[in-house]
């Protein structure tokens, strides 16, 4: 599934190239001109990246990253500012609001490429086609395969999603309103004890090498992946 990235500038040019660099790479692009726009397109499918303009008609990028951090199903939205403003001063700014990375313009479409990438990689994993291997265990998103020790593991489409979210968030406890958010989206309905039907389908497929001690109960929290066994 390709990247989503939203890019919000009001500078026509410059949001028609960083399209065009996008798109050529694979990207699947959105863009915005102002900030009334860029709040119009911040909904599912949810972008895995903001390129984000420093000022913006109908309001600033600083207030936009605000807002974003605010809503539990855009906080962590990784954002790249593109600004001109290049005093140290307002990129310190910029990043104890939130922002993930800060190029200053002019800048060139390699760069750019290059920092977005490793912007993803650090801030969201789930969003890249990586393969992904913990203690042996590795699930590959684009061909769709889990296997464990070279043996291959059959499971659900579900479960595979599920799993894929786990080994990207590693170490963290979700209750089920959250992985249902993440898994299933919210504009699904879905009982919260699905989650648990799904979990037990997952360590079942896990068990036979013993990788389902992987997928944790945090008894009144919720589920964590984690290889602290």
Same mark, same amino acid.
């Given at each position: 599934m390709a990247i989503r990235v939203l890019i919000v500038e009001d500078e026509a040019p410059i949001r028609d190239m960083l399209t065009l660099v996008l798109e050529q790479q694979g990207y699947q692009v959105t863009a915005a001109e102002d900030y009334d726009a860029a709040l119009r397109l911040i909904c599912e499918p949810y972008p895995?990246?903001?390129?984000?303009?420093?000022?913006?008609?109908?309001?600033?990028?600083i207030n936009l990253i605000k807002h974003l951090k605010r809503q539990e199903m855009t906080r962590s939205i990784p954002v790249v500012m593109l600004t001109a403003r290049?005093?140290?001063?307002?990129?310190?700014?910029?990043?104890?609001?939130?922002?993930?990375?800060?190029i200053t313009k002019p800048f060139s479409p390699k760069e750019m490429l290059a920092r977005l990438k490793?912007?993803?990689?650090?801030? +969201? /994993?789930?969003?890249?086609?990586?393969?992904?291997?913990?203690?042996?265990?590795?699930?590959?998103?684009?061909s769709h @395969? &889990?296997?464990?020790?070279? +043996? /291959?593991?059959?499971?659900?489409?579900?479960?595979?999603?599920?799993?894929?979210?786990?080994?990207?968030?590693?170490? @963290? &406890?979700?209750?089920r309103e959250q992985l249902l958010?993440?898994?299933?989206?919210?504009?699904?309905?879905?009982?919260?004890?699905?989650?648990?039907?799904?979990?037990?389908?997952?360590r079942k497929a896990l068990e036979p090498t013993e990788h389902d001690k992987l997928v944790q109960t945090v008894r009144g929290a919720g589920y964590r992946f984690s290889t602290k066994v």
């Open positions: 895995d990246l903001i390129l984000l303009d420093w000022m913006l008609p109908g309001g600033s990028g290049g005093e140290e001063e307002d990129k310190v700014k910029g990043l104890e609001v939130g922002a993930d990375d800060y490793a912007v993803i990689r650090r801030v +969201s /994993p789930a969003a890249l086609e990586d393969a992904i291997e913990v203690r042996g265990l590795k699930l590959d998103p684009v @395969r &889990v296997s464990a020790d070279e +043996s /291959p593991i059959d499971m659900g489409p579900t479960e595979f999603k599920m799993l894929h979210f786990f080994m990207t968030h590693q170490e @963290r &406890v979700y209750n958010n993440y898994i299933w989206g919210t504009n699904v309905y879905v009982e919260d004890r699905t989650v648990d039907v799904h979990i037990r389908r997952l």
